[in-house]
């Protein structure tokens, strides 16, 4: 398991990968606000994906997340770090539920596109 320092450097490096996409493809993205459980550490992120970018990241407890969120991964530490170094294929984990996406259709689909 990983421990917070990595979760929240992933979380970072995750941001980075999101605004590193091409910037016509950023563009067509619609805003969303995003969040991500670390399910084995029981901790939350939120934040926007605006204009594919994830900005305004903050850390906090999950039963306080907002229904609100338009995007939410349930995820383990390991998972999330393996996502972001690319040892783990988006679709391949969210098939095999190692990755739990409650969004829309559509906003799943574009995320594959990043990852």
């Known amino acids: 398991m990983a421990d917070i320092e990595e979760v929240r450097e992933a979380i970072g490096s995750l941001g980075t990968i999101l605004g590193g996409a091409d910037p016509e493809f950023r563009r067509k ?3 969303r606000t ?3 459980w ?3 550490l029981d901790v939350a992120f939120t934040g926007r994906l605006v204009s594919g970018e994830l900005v305004d ?3 906090g407890d999950p039963a306080e997340q907002s229904e609100a969120q338009q995007l939410t991964l349930s995820l383990t530490s390991d998972d999330l770090l ?3 170094s690319g040892r783990l294929h988006f679709g391949s984990a969210w098939a095999r539920g190692r990755v739990r996406v409650d969004a829309r259709w559509r906003d799943v689909l574009e ?3 990043f990852l």
């Open 38 to 40: 670390i399910t084995d």
């Open 29 to 31: 993205i619609p805003d």
């Open 111 to 113: 995320l594959r596109k």
């Open 82 to 84: 393996e996502l972001v």
């Open 34 to 36: 995003v969040s991500a």
């Open 57 to 59: 990241v903050e850390e």
